[in-house]
């Protein structure tokens, strides 16, 4: 019951995106992925609900829903696809 979450803004806490998606059902994950060079926020984040109906729910309720005057992308998260060898060194 993951879902992506995208536009947000880069001040967003984990704990706020938590807080927000509550109100739809039960909160069991929320991965907000930074940059590995800068270790900044990258501007989204999964979230985990305990349930479809849950999930649904919040995909319903905040998909364009506005945090801190930016509109909120929230969809069902797509399985992550193989990139295969990006040119790395073999041996």
Same mark, same amino acid.
């Given at each position: 019951?993951?879902?992506? &979450?995208?536009?947000? #803004?880069?001040? &967003? ?20 992925? &930074?940059?590995?060079?800068? *270790? $900044? ?15 649904? #729910? #919040? ?15 929230? $969809? %069902? #998260?797509?399985?992550? %696809? ?5 040119? *790395?060194?073999? $041996?």
């Amino acid at each position: 019951m993951k879902m992506y &979450v995208g536009n947000l #803004a880069f001040q &967003v806490t984990g704990e706020e995106v938590s807080e927000i998606f509550s109100q739809y059902g039960t909160v069991t994950d929320v991965h907000r992925p &930074v940059d590995r060079d800068t *270790g $900044n926020p990258r501007g989204f984040a999964f979230v985990t609900m305990s349930t479809k109906d849950e999930m649904i #729910a #919040a995909i319903k309720g905040l998909d364009d829903f506005e945090l801190m005057d930016r509109k909120l992308r929230v $969809n %069902e #998260a797509q399985p992550r %696809e193989e990139r295969g060898n990006l040119g *790395g060194f073999r $041996n």
